[in-house]
């Protein structure tokens, strides 16, 4: 009777976990297990590979994110996967590239991404005078606006923010974090701007993921190889346990 007690006791004190909603043509799909709302105020700067701290992420829990895109050749692949998967993302956009390629770009706020902003044509921004810096973060974001919601604007729908090549001075971090945005760094990376196959680059990932065990994960949907892997990346981390976690902009503008 003590022991029946204690375990109706403890179900009652464990909160109960919410159940993903099945997955389209896919009932073993990863699936996204939450949505984690950040701010500025909160989490103005997150990623241990750049900055102390992180987002508030349980273990096995992480965060996918896209630089650089949207790219014609490789962005529709990564995009097929992410739903077959079930998956939500976030794509930091190029304006250039969103400029050149508009319709991936709606794509990825239609089926449920999160897209922040990567500058207009990947400059290294601590390199540039601050003004210059911030004129191109400012063109930037008037890029991906207009093409996702046909307004000019600089004051961005969602504020998160990758600096280029993590490229950031203290002035152009407190001006980003000053504006309300949110920079991302990552807490691991599959090195995908360097050569390598599809195989490797999944190993080399998995095994970078197993050792921090949770956080940020930095990928490039403009990388062939990257395209190539993710399918296989995905159905991996569902079998090790893990969880993918959608970030959201927890004030958006409009």
Request: charged share 20%; proline share 7%.
């Amino acid at each position: 009777m003590r022991r029946i007690l204690a375990i109706a006791l403890a179900a009652a004190i464990v909160p109960a976990v919410a159940i993903a909603e099945p997955c389209p043509g896919n009932p073993d799909a990863l699936g996204t297990a939450r949505v984690l709302a950040v701010d500025a105020k909160t989490t103005p700067r997150v990623g241990r590979k750049q900055f102390p701290t992180t987002l508030p992420l349980a273990d096995k829990e992480l965060v996918l994110t896209f630089d650089d895109g949207p790219w014609p050749g490789t962005t529709p692949k990564v995009l097929d996967a992410l739903k077959h998967e079930c998956v939500q993302a976030t794509f930091f956009l190029l304006g250039r590239n969103v400029e050149a390629t508009a319709a991936l770009a709606k794509r990825e706020l239609a089926e449920g991404h999160s897209l922040g902003h990567h500058s207009f044509s990947h400059p290294l921004l601590n390199h540039m005078a601050p003004a210059k810096a911030e004129a191109e973060i400012n063109r930037g974001i008037a890029a991906d606006e207009r093409a996702l919601y046909g307004l000019r604007r600089t004051d961005p729908t969602t504020p998160f923010f990758r600096f280029p090549g993590f490229a950031a001075s203290p002035q152009l971090l407190d001006y980003a974090n000053g504006r309300g945005f949110v920079v991302f760094g990552a807490d691991v990376w599959a090195s995908d701007w360097r050569p390598m196959g599809p195989s490797q680059e999944l190993r080399l990932l998995l095994g970078r993921i197993d050792k921090v065990g949770r956080g940020i994960v930095l990928l490039h949907d403009t990388k062939r190889q990257t395209a190539d892997m993710l399918p296989a990346l995905l159905r991996e981390l569902k079998r090790r346990g893990y969880r993918t976690v959608h970030v959201v902009a927890a004030q958006a503008t409009h």
